[in-house]
């Protein structure tokens, strides 16, 4: 128990990668084949072994990347983690303020943002330069690639109104919606090409042969972690980075999730997923 307790206690919470996926999708146009999205999500920055210092190497890690587009899916701050300490949105933002990327930096606010002081944590965060979409939607552009990205408010905190985040999207407009909690899926309409999400923590703790015995999500282990495709909608769910309720992890390592998006010409409506084997290989 007691090479166990260390491991997820300390080893797994304190550790951090890159973590790669491809993921095949149908109607994705061609002139964006190979668009890299970087998906950060639950930094919960102040919780155990995930200070101000961790925050640093999470935007060293995300910028040794390359990506084209950073998502932050929410969760920025700490809400009651025992052994955790609280750090100001602001310092927060003033460490994130250095991620860039060709397409864009945007964020969206999570359940613990809304807990603590959605206003203050959303003012931080644009006085860094990072737009913090709520229901609505920009345009982003490379040269001939062109698609829509959409935040979508928090399940439980935010508005979280899916017809208002893609109203300015035309309806034959490549769209990626992204936002904190996986459970509005159900409702995402088939014309948004991926949906990205985080919360979950992909459960903290996976034991093999029983599951993942604690998911804060409605559906359970269904959209848990990783690439869930249903009604050949797509839905990714990044680990994230940081922990909540107990500073534990087990099998569930802490990732900047680094997704390659390859146009399916038709034939990926299943979808598919690899990681990079230079990285890794498991659900954790």
Avoid at 1 to 18: D, I, Q, V
Avoid at 132 to 148: H, I, K, M, N, Y
Avoid at 180 to 195: G, K
Wanted: aromatic share 8%; with cysteine.
């Amino acid at each position: 128990m007691g090479t166990l307790g260390f491991w997820g206690f300390y080893a797994e919470p304190a550790s951090l990668r890159n973590q790669s996926y491809e993921l095949i999708l149908s109607n994705w146009p061609n002139q964006c084949d190979g668009v890299r999205v970087a998906l950060l999500a639950d930094l919960h920055v102040g919780s155990p072994f995930n200070g101000t210092a961790k925050l640093a190497r999470i935007v060293d890690l995300t910028q040794a990347a390359r990506p084209d587009l950073i998502l932050l899916a929410g969760d920025f701050v700490i809400h009651g983690v025992p052994g955790g300490t609280f750090v100001p949105p602001e310092e927060i933002a003033s460490r994130l303020r250095r991620l860039s990327a060709p397409l864009g930096v945007l964020a969206v606010l999570g359940n613990h943002d809304w807990w603590f002081d959605a206003p203050r944590v959303r003012k931080a965060l644009e006085s860094a330069g990072i737009p913090v979409l709520e229901d609505g939607a920009v345009a982003v552009s490379t040269g001939p690639c062109r698609f829509w990205v959409a935040g979508i408010g928090d399940y439980w905190e935010g508005r979280h109104d899916v017809v208002a985040a893609l109203a300015r999207v035309p309806d034959s407009a490549p769209v990626l919606a992204f936002r904190h909690n996986p459970d509005v899926f159900p409702d995402i309409p088939a014309r948004v090409n991926l949906t990205l999400a985080g919360h979950t923590h992909g459960g903290q703790v996976f034991l093999p042969l029983i599951g993942r015995p604690m998911v804060p999500s409605r559906y359970g282990e269904r959209y848990a972690i990783g690439h869930v495709v249903e009604s050949r909608r797509h839905l990714f769910v990044t680990p994230g980075l940081g922990t909540s309720i107990l500073p534990v992890r087990f099998l569930v390592r802490p990732e900047v999730s680094i997704i390659k998006l390859r146009s399916g010409g038709g034939a990926g409506a299943g979808g598919r997923v690899w990681r990079s084997p230079r990285l890794g290989a498991g659900r954790g």
